[in-house]
Antibody, heavy 119, light 108 residues
Framework: EVQLVESGGGLVQPGGSLRLSCAAS????????MHWVRQAPGKGLVWVSR????????SYADSVEGRFTLSRDNAKNTLDLQMNSLRAEDTAVYYC????????????WGQGTLVTVSS | SYVLTQPPSVSVAPGQTARVTCGGD??????VHWYHQKPGQAPVLVVY???DRPSGIPERFSGSNSANTATLTISRVEAGDEADYYC???????????FGGGTKLTVL
């Protein structure tokens, strides 16, 4: 059974930092592109960032470019999202999700971790 | 940037057919994926590549895509189908993964 388990969410003040992690099991992690997708309270899904299967290519949504840094460790089957200069509008549930490549669907999803940015 | 437009809500009686649309400029040239999401849960893929179903998804779920509209069709709707439904594509022009705004399916 494939499992993606996120951790690291919590309450942080505006301007602060947080590091999210996603631990994968039940799949050959190094075969998959990995993503973060977020959902603000009561709102829809928004793609945040992705990394290709070997970690050589990383992309970000404009709203987080320059503030968030994505990385993966294929030896440990983990995906990390370092979030700096957090803003109130970054408040959301953050989901870790996988695709087989650029075009394919988000096949597996984690349960999500809540990030709240508030003073 | 590329925009996907979904109706905010669709209502249908049990046993009837629900259709959720997803509009986008020349969306027929893209691969469209559909997800459902129940309250407090993660999204679940229900249709990929316009019309294929992952294992475990009932045949009642089907999809089509042509011109400027993709459609998710749910036949013989059940109470358990009540959820938010999202369409999604990868837009090559912007290199972004784009979601529609979501449609709340209500089973009357």
């Amino acid at each position: 059974e494939v499992q993606l388990v996120e951790s690291g969410g919590g309450l942080v003040q505006p301007g602060g930092s947080l590091r999210l992690s996603c631990a994968a099991s039940g799949l050959t992690f190094s075969n998959y592109w990995m993503h973060w997708v977020r959902q603000a309270p009561g709102k829809g899904l928004v793609w945040v960032s992705r990394v290709n299967n070997d970690g050589s290519t990383i992309s970000y949504a404009d709203s987080v470019e320059g503030r968030f840094t994505l990385s993966r460790d294929n030896a440990k089957n983990t995906l990390d999202l370092q979030m700096n200069s957090l803003r109130a509008e970054d408040t959301a549930v953050y989901y870790c999700a996988s695709t087989f490549d650029l075009l394919t669907a988000f096949q597996y999803w984690g349960q999500g971790t809540l990030v709240t940015v508030s003073s | 940037s590329y925009v996907l437009t979904q109706p905010p809500s669709v209502s249908v009686a049990p046993g009837q057919t629900a259709r959720v649309t997803c509009g986008g400029d020349n969306i027929g040239s893209k691969s469209v994926h559909w997800y459902h999401q129940k309250p407090g849960q993660a999204p679940v893929l229900v249709v990929y590549d316009d019309s294929d179903r992952p294992s475990g998804i009932p045949e009642r779920f089907s999809g089509s895509n042509s011109a400027n509209t993709a459609t998710l069709t749910i036949s013989r709707v059940e109470a358990g189908d009540e959820a938010d439904y999202y369409c999604q594509v990868w837009d090559s022009s912007s290199d972004l993964h784009v979601f529609g705004g979501g449609t709340k399916l209500t089973v009357l």
